[in-house]
């Protein structure tokens, strides 16, 4: 709750100085030539900001389980959401459950998948920790050898990025310059070691992937999340490299003036013990010439939620399993999540992961996971975890959630429903959390594995739910 008061109370100053910079009144007088104007203004009030995130009172009225029912038992039963839509919805407060529908069933949750890997990975590595890509010497005069950190966030130049403030690889080659002196280089040796095994998921749908899918190879090396052109589509196609971090490797050496055909795939020597870099001394092998970070991790699950960027979850996924010790794979990050779930005290038995992005259709997350985990992360009692609503789209206002709730019947939700979204054929899902109309915080999960062909009719069925629970006295 303490997190909703926080937006909203940031939300309410941006708009606050929105109205004054449109509605200069005494403004303009101070800023005249004339300084006698400012004394003739009229003194009329600038108008109250609208609220974009209402506060969660702690003493609204709670509502009943039997009014929640009421309220969405017939939504529930749209025909665009199918045969199988299972429900979760909790008060905050209580933690009571107000409306379950097959709560305890696992789903196909789609991209309310990275729900889990947010809260994991903010679990284990705090929203403080930075991604490194570094470069060290070769074995050889020139040779240098780019080592992939598993930053999917990399731009190029300052020119060319998806994600604004990431870390660069011309300031990464200006670093190797310096640190070489007078040595040019004429080598780049590629290590991408730090992932293993598959680079594509079990259960993915094949039109999913690079080039035209929404979702590249994950390697522990790429610029723009694996994206040729650094622009988001929302739906595809959005146009990946079938090797991101060869392209990767390309870049950087361009940077550097060594040709593409002198870039090959490595791995970097062990760092010499008291390996020096002074001037007119040759560069031991393995020294580091470089290194540029990532921006905090909670800047990057940001982007990951309100994009809802594969490449970014299944990067996410492997640091939870870096963290635990276990291999930087598909299987290694689903084995450290899920017992990452376990150690927050959530049922850990109710997820079912193949991936950390939700393009897997072999996934299964219940709803009543999802509401108790974001549960915790609302009652403060794990303060890592509170950044990740900071990234959830808001509706009507940002990330997958800007175009919706456009309708009459949905539009009391705008600026009061914050939820992950999740769609793959023939399954939509939604989980977040939302204030009703009396100020209660709710979170929520909708989830249908079974929907009609037509996404956008499922998707407004999912709308016309959370919108009525904020509009529900209930």
């Known amino acids: 709750m303490l997190v909703s008061v926080l937006a909203t109370v940031l939300l309410l100053a941006v708009a606050a100085t929105a109205v004054l910079v449109g509605q200069p009144g005494p403004v303009r007088g101070w800023l005249a030539a004339d300084t006698t104007a400012a004394a003739k203004a009229p003194a009329t009030p600038d108008p109250a900001p609208t609220p974009v995130l209402r506060a969660a009172g702690s003493d609204a009225a709670a509502p009943s389980a039997d009014g929640v029912r009421s309220a969405l038992a017939p939504l529930v039963g749209a025909p665009a959401l199918g045969s199988r839509v299972n429900v979760s919805v909790v008060d905050v407060a209580t933690g009571r459950a107000l409306f ?11 991209s309310t998948t990275k729900l889990i890997t947010a809260a994991t990975v903010l679990a284990a ?9 570094r470069a060290v010497a070769g074995s050889h005069p020139g040779e240098v ?7 999917p966030t990399l731009a190029v130049n300052g020119d060319v990025q998806q994600f604004p403030g990431s870390a660069r690889l011309d300031r990464l080659a200006a670093q190797v310059r310096k640190a070489l002196g007078g040595t040019k280089p ?15 998921g079990t259960g993915w749908s094949s039109d999913l992937i690079a080039p035209q899918g929404q979702v590249a190879a994950i390697q522990s090396l790429m610029t723009n999340a694996g994206r040729i052109q650094p622009v988001h589509h929302e739906r595809a196609p959005d146009p990946r490299y079938s090797d991101p971090a060869m392209s990767a490797a390309r870049a950087f050496a ?3 003036g060594v040709p593409s055909g002198a870039v090959t795939q490595g791995k970097a020597p062990e760092t010499a013990a008291g390996a020096s870099t002074a001037p007119g001394q040759a560069v031991v092998p393995g020294t580091q010439l470089g290194a540029v970070q990532s921006p905090p991790l909670v800047h990057v699950l940001d982007w990951m939620l309100q994009q809802s960027d594969n490449v970014i979850a299944e990067s996410m996924g492997r640091q939870v399993a870096l963290a635990a010790g276990k291999p930087a794979t598909f299987e290694g990050a689903a084995e450290a999540m899920t017992a ?10 109710e997820a079912d992961l193949y991936d950390a992005s939700g393009l897997s259709r072999n996934n299964g997350i219940s709803p009543a996971l999802l509401t108790k ?6 009652s403060g009692k794990q303060p890592a975890l509170s950044s990740m609503f900071g990234g959830l789209p808001v509706a009507g206002w940002s990330g997958t959630l800007q175009d919706r709730f456009g309708t009459s019947t949905n539009s009391v939700g705008k600026g009061l429903v914050r939820a992950k979204t999740g769609t793959l054929s ?20 909708f989830m249908a594995d079974a929907t009609s062909t037509d996404n956008d009719a499922a998707r407004a069925a999912l709308d016309r739910l959370a919108a009525r629970l904020v509009d529900c006295g209930c």
């Not at 050898?145 to 598993?150: D, L, N």
């Not at 004429?186 to 594509?200: E, K, Q, Y």
């Not at 990452?340 to 038995?349: A, H, M, N, T």
């Open 186 to 200: 004429t080598r780049v040796v590629l290590d991408t070691s730090l992932f293993s095994g598959p680079t594509t």
């Open 373 to 378: 985990l974001l549960a915790l992360v609302a």
């Open 125 to 133: 590595r705090g929203p403080a920790y930075r991604l490194t890509t």
């Open 100 to 110: 379950e529908q097959n709560a305890d069933t696992p789903t196909t949750p789609a």
């Open 426 to 445: 023939r399954v939509n899902a939604m989980a977040g959390e939302l204030v009703t109309k009396d100020g209660r915080l709710l979170v929520f999960a």
């Open 145 to 151: 050898v780019i080592i992939g950190g598993g930053d």
């Open 254 to 256: 361009a940077q550097l």
């Open 340 to 349: 990452k779930l376990g150690e927050l005290g959530l049922p850990k038995d």
